[in-house]
């Protein structure tokens, strides 16, 4: 028996997608329970969800919180649960029709308290996906790709099942994290430190449904990126080298610094514009697409990074100020 906790935020259309794939489980209806905490959506959704469950077969329980991010909402997720097994899902990732016998399967075969079973995430059938979205999620399970076990800090949020008492034992969700970006990794790279082994089941898939239009706010959004690595690297000590495969800059050599500089001079968040143009007009060849694209999310990372490293100093700052 397990629950499954969800976070929303304004994505009610592809909520009941989600929602209707729960309703088609080979596992038993009655074996399981649906927690969505609404993270302070404006779309109508609570209403929506309310009438959904007058009619569904699931036991869903429905949370609603003022926008505090999903850090917040899958913690209260994880205290609310009834069953010893906690599985996350993101709102818009549609899992298959065995996807929770799959979990459960695998739990049974390893029950240690300390095992985390991670599923397999690909896109939705007949979803476009364009060239700046297209290393986005399959570059993440590729790394993986015919292992049998990941390692903690692969705790991907998308699809992933644990048990309950080791997370309210050992750590729950940093909720420093406002956002959606690496603060499921960072728990991950904790618990790694209490013992946690995650096990990999491609077998338990699940299907993005997200349509990308617009590559601005997607590349944009790695601004947040940047933003929660600041924070993650400000609560390390000597571990910071954890971080260089998620986007932190290395400037251990000449090289390095150079390569930095001169994505700092032509891909800034100022040119973006520019760029963006210039690949709709001119530039068909994909590979060169994902190469300027590639640079324009990762200078947009390292903005995001300098900025809340900014705000991080001068907020301590003042603290020392008040306290002085």
């Given amino acids: 028996m397990l629950t499954v906790i969800m976070p929303t935020y304004n ?172 603060e499921d990794r960072e728990l991950g790279h904790r618990l790694g430190k209490k013992g946690l082994r995650i096990k990999y089941n491609p077998n338990a898939c699940v299907y993005h449904y997200h349509i990308f239009e617009d590559p601005k706010p997607f590349i944009l959004h790695n601004k947040r990126l940047g933003a929660a690595l600041a924070i993650w690297e400000s609560k390390l000590t000597d571990e910071r080298n954890v971080l260089f495969e998620f986007g932190l800059r290395d400037y251990s050599s000449l090289e390095k610094i150079i390569k930095e500089v001169l994505r700092e001079l032509f891909f800034n968040s100022k040119v973006l514009p520019l760029w963006l143009w210039i690949i709709s007009k001119f530039i068909k060849k994909e590979s060169f697409q994902w190469y300027i694209y590639s640079h324009l999310m990762a200078q947009a990372q390292n903005e995001g990074f300098r900025s809340r490293k900014f705000l991080m100093r001068l907020t301590n700052k003042r603290k020392e100020q008040n306290v002085s």
């Fill in 11 to 182: 994505r009610k259309d592809v909520l009941f997608r989600v929602l209707d794939a729960f309703n088609r489980q080979t596992f038993s209806l009655s074996n399981f329970e649906i927690i969505i905490v609404d993270d302070g959506s404006t779309d109508g959704t609570r209403e929506s969800i309310l009438q959904y469950c007058q009619s569904c077969k699931i036991s869903i329980r429905y949370l609603f919180q003022e926008n505090k991010g999903p850090a917040i909402a899958r913690n209260r997720g994880i205290k609310e649960a009834k069953y010893p097994l906690v599985l996350f899902i993101n709102d818009d990732t549609i899992p298959a029709d065995d996807f929770l016998e799959q979990h459960v399967i695998c739990h049974k075969k390893w029950p240690d308290e300390n095992i985390a079973i991670l599923g397999y995430a690909t896109w939705a059938e007949g979803i476009p996906v364009p060239i700046f979205a297209s290393h986005y999620l399959i570059g993440e399970f590729d790394k993986i790709k015919g292992l049998e076990e990941a390692r903690p800090i692969d705790f991907i949020t998308c699809n992933i099942s644990a048990k309950k008492d080791f997370l309210i034992n050992n750590g729950l969700f940093d909720e420093d994290f406002p956002y959606a970006a690496h």
